[in-house]
């Protein structure tokens, strides 16, 4: 008598009587099996052919150093740079220009703030390579001759800073502003800081200076209290 079924109770293998009653026997189940998964990889693998003959066409760079060419201040200088390495990192370490400062190193804190194009970004959150064709303005930058700008002036007047260490930032992103906005509001000038921290607390200080370059008329002391209340509330 033929045996149907294992020991275990399991249909016996390679037992051709031993299908199920579907009539699927588990050789078939299992061929079919095949040819589905044999599908679904082609085309997969399909898929991942087309991605890569869209991607090939893009170069690649790295993981070693390349040569990256920066347009800084002005002047174009040609680093060999790993594409990890950012641009306040290049800028610190490779181009000698110390200003921008690295407190957090996370788009937090403003302190790195350099100009692109113009535009006030955090370095630190940027890829050197990325920076490339672009016109960077660091606060090394910014003083012509020798002489600061209005704004910088306005920070000695208005006395708009303590340790300093947030106001190389401070003061590009606020030449940002006046330089797309020659004279802006006060809440212009909120708006345009709320990206770079002082832990100092000299906001109040640091608005008038802005509105002093703006023209608006000079803030008294009495008008700083309330800038500063408006600032810690
Ligand atoms: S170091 Fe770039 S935002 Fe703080
Ligand atoms: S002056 Fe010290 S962090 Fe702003």
Redesign the pocket.
Known sequence: MKRLFSKKGSPARDDPAAAPASGVSRRDFLKGLGTTALSAAAMSAGSVAKELEQTSTERVYGPGPVPVILSINGEKQIFQLEPRVTL?EALRTQAGLTGA????????????TVLLDDVPV????LLAIEAQGAEITTIEGIAKDGRLTKLQQAFVQKDGLQCGYCTPGMVMTLTALLRRNPHPTEAEVRKACSGNLCRCGSYPRIFAAALDTGGAPTVSKLEVITLHDHAVA
């Open positions: 306040l400062k690295e407190p957090c190193d996370r788009a937090a804190c403003g302190a790195c955090y370095a630190c959150s």
